[in-house]
């Protein structure tokens, strides 16, 4: 396991933008692939993105296609996720996640979890 560290969250109004990052501790970090899950309270933890290594192709839920994007720079070791147009259903606990190689629907395959940042789209 390797530590990721969130940051970013915060309250914002319906409509509104926040950018978080995940900052990963890893000397190889572009041999990982970075997931953003999200868990609101109550429910399941569901991915809403995932980044390839390579940071050219990004998986995201249909739910926040248009609206979020993921982007990373391996040479700061950090990842993005860029959240435009909020909802109050975004609201929940994201956090980021790492798997070495590929993309995978499916948050048993990751390994390494950062402990969340919370977000919260409310007026």
């Known amino acids: 396991q390797m530590p990721l560290v969130e940051s970013g969250g915060g309250l914002v109004q319906p409509g509104g933008s926040l950018r978080l990052s995940c900052s990963v501790s890893?000397?190889?970090?572009?041999?990982?692939?970075i997931g953003w899950f999200r868990q609101a309270p109550g429910k399941d933890r569901d991915q809403v993105s995932c980044i390839v290594p390579s940071g050219k192709t990004v998986n995201y839920a249909d739910s926040v296609k248009g609206r979020f994007t993921s982007s990373r720079d391996n040479a700061r070791n950090t990842i993005y996720l860029q959240m435009k147009n909020l909802k109050p259903e975004d609201t929940a606990v994201y956090y980021c996640?790492?798997?070495?190689?590929?993309?995978?629907?499916?948050?048993?395959?990751?390994?390494?979890w950062g402990q969340g940042t919370q977000v919260i789209v409310a007026s």
């Open positions: 996640a790492a798997r070495e190689r590929e993309c995978s629907d499916d948050k048993r395959d990751f390994a390494s």
């Open positions: 890893v000397f190889h970090l572009e041999y990982y692939a």
